[in-house]
């Protein structure tokens, strides 16, 4: 086995480099044996949702559906922002308790939210903001919050409590939502809906890391997608997909060391207001829904390990490849033979997870 080791500061890295290609457009010839516009890739990067994306369509269609893509992200980003004035999210959470009217897709997204909060028995919590903020992980200031702060910030919180009715959204005053955990896989969604009403036909996405692919590549194979090693930010896997999203959620790149010297994630358990740290290092889900992918990422990572298979075995529709701290991999049977170690990895014991 593999002796792993946390490299802080990895995440970042990744962020330098893609904001390298940012507002750069690319036009690659993707392979040989195809004429035309079929093998003619486009890539259009942009910073929404404050992480950076990174489209690849192939085909005649592909630069201007891009755009049209960008342009929806960055319309989707403005109605969910938790901290941009201007967005709906921010005036649900400013209205004092008052019903504030929102677009159809806030309503799609938040209510979606909430069923998959109901589902996870509240493992996913769209009200957790303002835990998350005492933490300062909204602001970037981190700071472990006294007890008593912790709990008076968790009496706020409950999707139980909000009420959507004809197109309004009304919180309990002082409760704020928060789409961290759901917006880039709808987002997602989007941009391959958007893809394939312009007849584009292969597509892959990093929507922050958040991977959706559209169809197989141009020449009719899989695409690989790279499951990183939580500890040092190298491949450990690669999973092949086809018309899936494949999303993770980790505690690897967005955390702080506390003065305390332990390592606080942005993931929260909302049964107890702190961050998660259950033993798992990572959870990826795979399917063929990038909001469900989303949602169950975070949720399955607040679970734990035991917890996450008896949900997948008992709701199905998903594949999902968990990380444990201690160095164990655990990879749902559907998605086993789409899966495999990488180089220095190859060595590894991959735990399948079965129905029994
Ligand atoms: P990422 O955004 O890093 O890809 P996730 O999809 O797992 O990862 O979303 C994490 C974000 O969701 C956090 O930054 C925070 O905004 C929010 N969040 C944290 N804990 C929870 C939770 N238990 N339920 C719902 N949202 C959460
Ligand atoms: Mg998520």
Not at 116 to 130: N, Q, S, V, W
Not at 239 to 266: L, Q
Request: hydrophobic fraction near 40%; include cysteine; glycine fraction near 12%.
């Amino acid at each position: 086995m593999k002796n792993w080791r946390l490299r802080p500061g990895q995440g970042r890295m990744r962020s330098i480099l893609l904001s390298a290609a940012c507002g750069t457009f690319l036009c690659l010839t993707a392979c040989s044996g195809q004429r035309g516009d079929e093998m003619t890739a486009y890539t259009e990067s942009l910073f929404a949702m404050d992480t950076y994306m990174t489209f690849t369509a192939y085909g005649a269609n592909a630069e201007d559906a891009l755009k049209q893509v960008c342009d929806r992200i960055a319309e989707l980003e403005g109605l969910w922002s938790a901290t941009d004035a201007g967005s709906e999210i921010y005036q649900v959470n400013h209205s004092g308790g008052q019903p504030v009217a929102v677009s159809g897709e806030t309503e799609e997204l938040v209510s979606f939210a909430l069923a998959m909060a109901e589902e996870t028995d509240g493992a996913l919590e769209p009200t957790i903001y303002p835990v998350l903020t005492a933490w300062g992980f909204t602001t970037d200031e981190n700071r472990v919050p006294a007890g008593n702060e912790i709990a008076e910030r968790l009496a706020t919180v409950g999707y139980e409590e909000v009420n959507i009715e004809s197109g309004a959204i009304t919180l309990e005053a002082g409760a704020m939502l928060d789409l961290g955990a759901v917006g880039k896989g709808y987002a997602g969604d989007e941009a391959v809906r958007i893809l394939k009403d312009n007849g584009v036909s292969s597509a892959l996405l990093d929507v922050g890391g958040n991977i959706q692919a559209l169809g197989t590549k141009p020449d009719g194979s899989r695409w690989r997608v790279g499951l990183k090693d939580p500890f040092s930010g190298g491949v450990l896997g690669v999973i092949r997909v086809a018309d899936e999203a494949v999303v993770t959620s980790g505690s690897y790149e967005r955390y702080f060391i506390g003065g305390d010297g332990k390592k606080y994630g942005h993931i929260i358990d909302p049964a107890t207001g702190y961050p998660v740290d259950n033993g798992l290092a990572s959870v990826t889900v795979i399917s063929g829904e990038g909001k469900l992918c989303d949602a169950l990422s975070t949720a399955l990572f607040v679970m734990g390990l035991e917890r996450a298979e008896d949900y997948w075995r008992q709701r199905q529709g998903f594949d999902m490849i968990l990380v444990t701290e201690d160095g164990n991999i655990y990879v749902t049977e559907g998605i086993k033979d789409q899966f495999s170690l990488q180089g220095e990895y190859r060595d590894m014991t991959v735990n399948v997870v079965e129905f029994e």
